[in-house]
T-cell receptor, first 108, second 112 residues
Framework: GQSLEQPSEVTAVEGAIVQINCTYQTSGFYGLSWYQQHDGGAPTFLSYNALDGLEETGRFSSFLSRSDSYGYLLLQELQMKDSASYFC?????????WGAGTKLIIKP | NAGVTQTPKFQVLKTGQSMTLQCAQDMNHNSMYWYRQDPGMGLRLIYY???????DKGEVPNGYNVSRLNKREFSLRLESAAPSQTSVYFCALSGTALETQYFGPGTRLLVL
């Protein structure tokens, strides 16, 4: 079957760095994406890794290791507005398969 | 959510009633998707359309039908609503990379 595993909740302090991990098991893997969703809102695309390595977009970075079926999202200089749920998603067989999401709680 | 609109925003139905959720885009993307999201869970794909005139089942198609009217519009129909279909429904679209999807604001549906 196809599945993605990510922690259900992560807590961090404002200004700190946090890493959200994602492991996957899928067939026909294309790449790993990350989305942010605030409570009551719609998912918003953050980043996409098709190849191994690190992709950086401002305060956010995403990493992929295809050999380990593993990736992570790194958020730096955390701000209160980063409090949200973060989803990893894998492209497979013309569809996106989604993880259950990680709720990021940020404390002042 | 610019470029993707969904109607209605909220809906309450009684068991057995039918309704159609509408999605329209002005981003000129070929692929469109319908997802449902239940509390505390990720998104599950109901149906998708890779291009005008084509539709395919996703992970949870039972109880739903779709119609890709033209490139801009992709509708989702519940023929006989059930309480298990209480959820938030999102329409999304993508261009050449399916991993980069743009979402509408969602429709919150309650079936009593």
């Amino acid at each position: 079957g196809q599945s993605l595993e990510q922690p259900s909740e992560v807590t961090a302090v404002e200004g700190a760095i946090v890493q959200i991990n994602c492991t996957y098991q899928t067939s026909g893997f294309y790449g790993l994406s990350w989305y942010q969703q605030h409570d009551g809102g719609a998912p918003t695309f953050l980043s996409y890794n098709a190849l191994d390595g690190l992709e950086e977009t401002g305060r956010f970075s995403s990493f992929l290791s295809r050999s380990d079926s593993y990736g992570y999202l790194l958020l730096q200089e955390l701000q209160m507005k980063d409090s949200a749920s973060y989803f990893c998603a894998v492209g497979s067989n013309y569809q996106l398969i989604w993880g259950a999401g990680t709720k990021l709680i940020i404390k002042p | 959510n610019a470029g993707v609109t969904q109607t209605p925003k909220f809906q309450v139905l009684k068991t057995g009633q039918s309704m159609t959720l509408q999605c329209a885009q002005d981003m000129n993307h070929n692929s469109m998707y319908w997802y449902r999201q239940d509390p505390g869970m990720g998104l599950r794909l109901i149906y998708y359309s890779a291009s005008e005139g084509t539709t395919d089942k996703g992970e949870v198609p039972n109880g739903y039908n779709v119609s890709r009217l033209n490139k801009r519009e992709f509708s989702l129909r519940l023929e006989s609503a059930a309480p298990s279909q209480t959820s938030v429904y999102f329409c999304a679209l993508s261009g050449t990379a399916l991993e980069t999807q743009y979402f509408g604001p969602g429709t919150r549906l309650l079936v009593l």
